[in-house]
């Protein structure tokens, strides 16, 4: 018996190597748990199911910063994976990093898999190509603010669940009216910068910084103290003050009021549908994102926010080829259509997007389609492609208090933000140092 | 007369001494050069390139007008941590020590807290005191106060400063409790007799007897709340509404690791290591003297 065992155990411990030696190891760091974590060890199970090659291994680095940290940590230690998530806001850094990181179209053309830049949806990719229209990273989870309506809080205040909100003018006479219906909590907001600054600039076509967002150059500076950002921020320094705005956090913190039913409006990520279909016991409705009607070009189209994929260098070529297979595999029109309807997160090629619509699923899941429209209506122009400014994660958190001073009363948006501006500016000039 | 002992040779002591110099050498001493040395740089993230700026960083910081304010944010922060911490724990040993039954119950339970990871103190806090769900808030919703840390800077520090000295409550606790217990029965019973009440005892006899362990404690303490109170900060409040929770230790974690800023953040380091250096050596320079041992 214990022979037995030895035996199977040196017989074992000799294959290994020999099955290990036959593919090819890629690595895969991200940053996802939980139900999204375990979908994305699917899609690498199958990955490597369909083919005998490459196998790809997962793991799992925390949070999108502590990923990028972790990347950025084995970089310098030589021990870099060759697949990395990189959270949006982290996009300049990557790009500015031209000795770190190898260009997806080159890996994937490169892979011998079929790659053409022009299947993938032109504002989703726009955020993480080159100024000459080369895909840099693959986009991997992308979406976009929308404004979910909790239906029976509104007609618990005497609103019209049906009442238009396309624009912001028509959201102030519903906050009006649900505050006098004896709502507590009549609008909350999720990533107030991302959606209130970032998306609220490219949605009404207004730049959010000089030189294309960043895309033209480090040379950037912050134009978020401009006329339409400040009088929007102004009205909803209004709002918090009259109690029609209530201010929970700067990440999502608001979902939980949201998804327990006591929050009439919500602006959120398109991704919220997973969590809000699955806990709230309340009719909701999703609805495009609120612009003000007659300020800029409104409604131009919004921006996402999520993560990409990006190949690091430092590799051998036949690990790049495990590498961009993997990527095709996961650009395949199958897979995205899956991820999209599992996640809520938005398709990264119009073949998805359509195969989606084919199977019916935008019909049986009202709602699940706006993001996708909002997103593609229009063809994004140089202020609505995307963001690309060093030291963003920090710059956001910069915004955030400012925009704290406003909701808090202690500043009026135009201060505030004149403030954001020259603090973020300065960071701005230390990362064009740095990338010199 | 005095007495010394002395050693012959040297490669005993050398010996002896040097696990310890080696871990100073390679935990303290290398990472510390090197902070010194890349403070003079402005790297890029990924250790590609770099760029000499002499003292660029520092001046960087010194011009930045919210950097300057971490320093009083600090100041502030270190100052009720330790009050928060020490003072209560005080009280608590001086009780438990006067109890005649079931002192070790009351021993452990006070001890408790300190198993707590600083992380996971400040979500519990985080979620007591949450401006929407947390239960003290409501209780404080209840009597008319509107809690709103998100929003207000000073509740925001008085939060962090709480969930911070509440774990270290039991450190100090453990510390001075151990001291009383070494305090001579005798000396207490004699002034008793002498017909000191039990606070002029306290104040005459015990506290004076207890000034070794409260320094030590001073030091430590303040030594845990610019280095150690971290997780708090970062759970809780992320250094906001406005800065007003941005101690100096945070600052250097979130110029580095989020906005990947290795130059400025080791400028920081070093101003920071500066800092505390000084503290410590005024601690020892002045309070010190007051110290009967």
């Known amino acids: 018996m214990k022979k037995s065992v030895l035996g199977a155990l040196a017989v074992s411990t000799m294959l290994t190597p020999v099955a290990a030696m036959a593919q090819t190891e890629v690595q895969f760091w991200h940053a996802f748990t939980g139900r999204l974590g375990e979908l994305v060890a699917a899609q690498v199970e199958e990955f490597n199911a369909s083919q005998d090659d490459y196998v790809v291994v997962q793991s799992h680095k925390g949070n999108y910063s502590e990923t990028l940290n972790a990347g950025i940590a084995a970089f310098r230690a030589g021990e870099q994976p060759h697949i990395l998530m990189v959270f949006e806001v982290g996009t300049a850094t990557m790009m500015a990093a031209a000795g770190a990181v190898r260009p997806v179209h080159e890996v994937m053309a490169a892979s011998g898999a079929d790659f053409d830049q022009d299947a993938y949806i032109g504002a989703v990719k726009g955020y993480y190509t080159s100024t000459e229209g080369d895909m840099l990273s693959l986009p991997f989870n992308a979406s976009t603010p929308v404004l979910w309506v909790n239906r029976d809080a509104m007609a618990a205040a005497g609103v019209d669940p049906d009442t238009d909100l396309s624009t912001w003018q028509n959201v102030d006479a519903a906050l009006t009216a649900l505050k006098a219906g004896g709502e507590e909590c009549p609008l909350v907001t999720a990533w107030q910068s991302w959606i209130h600054l970032e998306n609220f600039s490219a949605y009404h076509d207004v730049p959010f910084a000089s030189q294309d967002n960043g895309f033209a150059g480090t040379d950037t500076e912050l134009m978020l103290n401009g006329e339409a950002q400040v009088a929007h921020l102004t009205a909803m320094g209004q709002w918090a003050q009259d109690g029609k705005f209530i201010y929970t956090g700067r990440r999502n913190e608001g979902g939980a009021n949201f998804r327990a039913g006591e929050c009439a409006l919500f602006t959120e990520s398109s991704a919220g549908y997973a969590g809000i279909s699955s806990e709230a016991e309340f009719d909701f409705d999703v609805r495009p994102l609120p612009y003000w009607e007659g300020v800029g070009n409104a409604p131009q189209n919004t921006i996402i926010g999520g993560a990409s994929l990006w190949v690091m260098e430092g590799h051998e070529d036949d690990e790049y080829k495990g590498a961009g297979q993997f990527l095709s595999y996961l650009s395949s029109s199958d897979v995205q259509a899956k991820w999209h309807q599992d996640t809520g997160y938005l398709p990264i090629t119009a073949e998805a997007s359509a195969a989606t619509k084919a199977a019916g699923f935008y019909e049986a899941n009202p709602g699940t389609e706006v993001a996708v429209i909002q997103m593609t209506a229009n063809a994004p122009t140089a202020n609505s492609n995307g963001l690309r400014l060093g030291s963003f994660d920090q710059i956001r958190g910069i915004i955030d208090e400012e925009l704290e001073g406003i909701w808090a009363g202690d500043k009026t948006a135009q201060e505030a933000m004149d403030s954001a501006k020259e603090r973020g500016d300065a960071l701005l000039r230390r990362f064009e140092a740095a990338n010199r | ?293």
């Open chain 2, 1 to 293: 007369m005095e007495k010394r002992v002395v050693f012959r040779g040297w490669l005993l002591p050398a010996l002896l001494i040097a696990p310890q110099v080696f871990i100073s050498a390679v935990f303290f001493f290398y990472p510390a050069g090197q902070a010194i040395w890349q403070s003079l740089f402005i790297p890029d993230p990924f250790g590609l390139s770099s760029q000499f700026v002499g003292l660029g960083n520092f001046e960087y910081l010194l011009g930045d007008r919210f950097y300057r304010a971490s320093f009083v944010t600090t100041a502030v922060f270190s100052i009720l941590v330790t009050l928060c911490s020490m003072i209560p724990a005080l009280f608590l040993a001086v009780m438990a020590d006067r109890l005649i039954k079931g002192s070790g119950v009351y021993r452990t339970m006070l001890i408790w807290p300190y198993a707590v990871a600083p992380a996971i103190a400040g979500v519990l806090w985080l979620f007591m005191f949450n401006t929407r769900v947390g239960v003290v808030s409501w209780y404080l919703g209840n009597l008319g106060y509107d809690w709103n840390h998100v929003l207000n800077g000073g509740e925001a520090m008085g939060l962090v400063v709480l969930a911070s000295a509440w774990g270290r409550i039991s450190y100090n606790f453990l510390f001075f409790f151990a001291a009383l217990q070494a305090v001579p029965r005798s000396v207490i019973e004699a002034a008793a007799i002498d017909g000191a009440h039990f606070w002029t005892r306290f104040w005459t006899i015990v506290l004076p007897l207890l000034s070794p362990t409260t320094f030590f404690l001073l030091v430590v303490n303040v030594v845990y709340s610019f280095f150690e109170t971290f997780g708090v900060i970062h759970t809780i409040t992320s250094g906001g509404p406005q800065q007003s929770t941005t101690v100096l230790v945070y600052k250097v974690f979130s110029d580095g690791f989020v906005g990947q800023d290795l130059g400025s953040s080791s400028a920081q380091s070093v101003i920071l290591l500066f800092v505390v250096g000084m503290l410590t050596i005024i601690q020892f320079k002045f309070v010190e003297k007051r110290v009967h041992y």
